[in-house]
């Protein structure tokens, strides 16, 4: 699938498996440089991180079209230009003979499956990460092998990826609130909560009796003590999770699967506001997904406002026949869309 031209904001739609969730995974792995670390993220969100000892044949193998390594993954510029720091990535589930003492791997581009491997005698089953400064290797048991020494020479970029889960784990959300707290970042979080609990004053992380882990807790103008966050229902914490991952995604991307879940029709517009503010502030460009007229209906309000001169465009996936196809709809069309009440989910 080639999708011509992105924007700013970007708001994904398609039927069910038409790859909506598979193309943030992409950029996930394109903006990350495929680093073996966000790959096996990629696999535990999944519920596909088998601790196996076929861990790359039945774990590695997911990524790939309809579970087969027939052909290789390729994300991104096909050619480096003047305008992309990179070629694109490509990744190949290969064998391969690991020597230890010379440091080289020996690939074999024809993928065995486990069933054949007898036939390879000491041949492993490995990832091949091609990037056009050099290569990553992941091999048994998911580790990374190899020279990877490029990596350091390589332009990364923040990346938050917040899933169709209602919220992110509680360790997810304690730590992006760590490296914004007592700063000007504070503030645009408070603001976002206010949307759905205006008495909002402040909110913390905190540990209670003898567990490590923090739970989020949220101060009221009208109430002395504070009240866990997670007692006020599921709308204020995917609130939480999106504007925390958004802040600290500053000069990178965020990435947001099933926007509207847990989020009433009513405060979809007033979120989508401060997205557009602070995408343009802090130079973020986002992609959500989305099934939901409320979410494209509130989205293409904000975008005809042009209120911020922030660009912005609908991507509709459709499956054609097996083929996966993108259609654009620009600012005009999502202006009469709403305004005819057209369905273009």
Not at 125 to 152: C, V, Y
Not at 319 to 326: A, Q
Request: hydrophobic share 40%; with cysteine; glycine share 6%.
């Amino acid at each position: 699938m080639k999708i011509d031209s992105v924007s700013r904001i970007n708001l994904i739609t398609g039927k069910n498996n038409t790859g909506k969730s598979s193309v943030l995974e992409a950029i996930y792995i394109y903006a990350t440089k495929a680093k073996p670390e966000n790959l096996l993220l990629i696999l535990g969100s999944r519920g596909e991180y088998y601790q196996r000892d076929d861990f790359n044949t039945k774990s590695l193998i997911s990524f790939f079209t309809n579970r087969t390594a027939e052909e290789s993954i390729k994300i991104g510029p096909l050619e480096k230009d003047e305008f992309s720091l990179e070629k694109g990535i490509e990744l190949d589930l290969v064998n391969y003979i690991y020597e230890k003492e010379s440091g080289k791997i020996i690939r074999n581009k024809e993928y065995i499956s486990s069933e054949q491997s007898d036939k390879y005698n000491n041949w492993k089953t490995g990832l091949d990460i091609r990037i056009s400064s050099g290569s990553i290797f992941i091999g048994e048991q998911g580790e990374a092998i190899g020279n990877g020494d490029f990596l350091n020479f390589i332009q990364f970029f923040d990346v938050y990826f917040v899933r169709a889960g209602l919220a992110a784990s509680s360790i997810t959300n304690e730590k992006s609130f760590d490296r914004i707290a007592l700063t000007p970042k504070e503030t645009y979080v408070i603001e976002a909560l206010k949307i759905i609990e205006p008495k909002t004053e402040r909110i913390a992380f905190i540990a209670e009796d003898n567990f490590q882990m923090r739970k989020a807790v949220i101060k009221l103008s009208d109430q002395e003590n504070v009240i866990p966050l997670q007692s006020m229902g599921d709308g204020i914490n995917r609130i939480l999770s999106i504007i925390l991952a958004l802040v600290n995604a500053e000069n990178g991307f965020l990435l947001i699967d099933e926007f509207e879940n847990g989020l009433h029709y009513t405060v979809q517009e007033q979120l989508w506001k401060i997205i557009f503010k602070l995408a343009k502030d802090l130079n973020v460009q986002v992609f959500a997904t989305t099934h939901s007229n409320d979410c494209i209906n509130s989205f293409s309000e904000v975008l005809n406002r042009n209120e911020y001169e922030v660009s912005g465009q609908m991507i509709r996936l459709d499956n054609v026949k097996g083929v996966i196809k993108p259609e654009i709809f620009t600012v005009k069309d999502l202006e009469i869309a709403t305004r005819q009440e057209i369905d273009i989910r």
